[in-house]
Nanobody, 125 residues
Framework: VQLQAFGGGWVQAGDSLRLSCAAS????????VAWFRQAPGKEREFVAV????????SYADSVKGRFTISRDNAKNGVYLQMNSLKPEDTAVYYC???????????????????WGQGTLVTVSS
């Protein structure tokens, strides 16, 4: 599976942005697909995950209620709708995909075998 993330940009606090992740390869619908982010000087952190097609979603507490992950298996796409953005959301956002990930590891970056190149989101105050 190859992933390509795009849609980042510069926005002001309170604005919305939608990130997209285009995937190639079969079996995508069976994979867990997640978004992670990494701010300068910080470790990569979990943002949201869609466990598999029609499966459950999960969010980091810091984005719960503001961000929504969705997927379109017909288009092999995964999306992250980000509303009410805050300056602390500034980071490079990565999409990741992996198969056979157990629930307890679903938020761990090393559980994912496939990564996109990242897209930068900058939120100004």
């Amino acid at each position: 599976v190859q992933l390509q993330a795009f849609g980042g940009g510069w926005v002001q606090a309170g604005d919305s942005l939608r990130l997209s992740c285009a995937a190639s390869g079969r079996a995508f619908s069976t994979y867990a697909v997640a978004w992670f982010r990494q701010a300068p000087g910080k470790e990569r952190e979990f943002v949201a995950v869609s466990r598999w097609s029609g499966g459950s979603t999960s969010y980091a507490d810091s984005v719960k209620g503001r961000f929504t992950i969705s997927r379109d298996n017909a288009k092999n796409g995964v999306y992250l709708q980000m509303n009410s953005l805050k300056p602390e959301d500034t980071a490079v956002y990565y999409c990741a995909a992996g198969g056979g990930i157990i629930l307890s590891s679903i938020r761990t970056p090393s559980s994912y075998a496939h990564w996109g190149q990242g897209t930068l989101v900058t939120v100004s105050s």
